[in-house]
């Protein structure tokens, strides 16, 4: 047991340490999207995209990802997928010096990949988790997303001086900082993730490597009441977060707020997601994961509400902003916990991988149809639709955690 737990704590660490050195390409990226987008392409409407396209690639990026844990450990898919997202990096950092809008967009796709890596590091916290500890060993990992989310940004100046070290355009150097954070997370896991987690929770189980189909994984989460309910809420969670998040701070800007108060609102709502994680892990640990799932659905629809009643208060924007990032922590904490409880060990790496492209497609799709929505009915409109989703999404919780106790109850 003492080996177990000293193993479990020694795969936290590694985690952790690999989250903050990869998420220096993902704040830098992050942060730099827009501008990079209007720079390169030479036009306001493109901004956007690459954005867009490093959450697409963190979609694409999911599925394989999973199948590689699956069939070989977490070792090789997370390393793997740095490995993706360091080239891509530097990519972007000879397209930005080159002035290559395209070349920046296929980079981008790479960096992407990184996205998917941190998200599936959360779950690689599970693999020798005990149910009693699960949320909280879970919520340590995605808590450490967020110093990669602060440092990235402020990379930037120090980015600038490495370009020139190299000859290269100033925007350029925050990538390829990015770029030696992934290779050096990857090497931290390729020599220290030994032995994998995934494997050992396999073989504990008496289950074996042969690999696992992602159909399998999807038959897994279809078949079982609480890992659809947990589906549902990491799902609807992203989508509510990235399309409320992405438009509030032109909602706010066009309202004549300041490029200081927009940028402190997006740290607040930053801080909001990331944060408290550690302590949404230890309530779906101690209460259950549906109530702080319901909890998140909850603040969630109230944050939006609040960006209804406050649609002309900078303030109240800033509260909703941030309430929506804790509603995301709580619901996200809670259904991924709540997701690997209820697939065994065998199906979890695909089964989780499915929730995680899910959850990036969501946002991609979210964060495109929010600016249609605002721009044909307004701001109100958007918050609106939200907190209906977010009460909807609850409701199905319910409702379908009742309907397996009627079924269950009835066998």
Known sequence: MSSHLALQRRTIGLLCMAQILGGLSMGGALALGAILGEELSGTESLAGMPTTVLTLGAAAAGLPLASLAAGRGRRPALTTGLLIAGVGALVVAGAVDRGWFALMLIGMAGVGSGTAVSLQARFAATDLSSAGTRGRDLSLVVWTTMVGAVIGPAVVPLGATVARWFAMADLAGPFLVGAAGCFGAAAVLFVGLRPDPLVVAIGEAGGSRAKVSLAEGLSAIVHSPPARAAMAAVVSAHAIMVGVMALTPVHMHHGGASV????????????????????????????????????????????????????????????????????????????????????????????????????????????????????????????????????????????????????NALA
């Open 260 to 407: 200081t108060l927009v940028g402190l609102s997006i740290s607040a709502h930053i801080a909001g997601m990331y944060a408290f994680a550690p302590v949404m892990g230890l309530l779906a640990d101690r209460t259950g994961r549906i109530p702080v799932i319901l909890g998140g659905q909850a603040v969630l629809a109230v944050s939006c509400v609040v960006g209804f009643v406050f649609v002309d208060s900078q303030t109240g924007l800033v509260v909703a902003l941030v309430l929506l990032g804790v509603g995301w922590s709580a619901s996200t904490v809670a259904a991924s916990t709540l997701l690997t409880d209820s697939v065994d060990t065998a199906r979890r790496a695909p089964a989780q991988g499915v929730s995680d492209t899910s959850m990036s497609l969501a946002g991609a799709a979210a964060g495109a149809l929010a600016g249609l929505v605002v721009g044909a009915f307004g701001y109100p409109t958007l918050v609106l639709g939200a907190a209906v989703i977010a009460v909807l999404t609850a409701v199905y919780v319910v409702l379908d955690g009742v309907r397996d106790r009627r079924r």
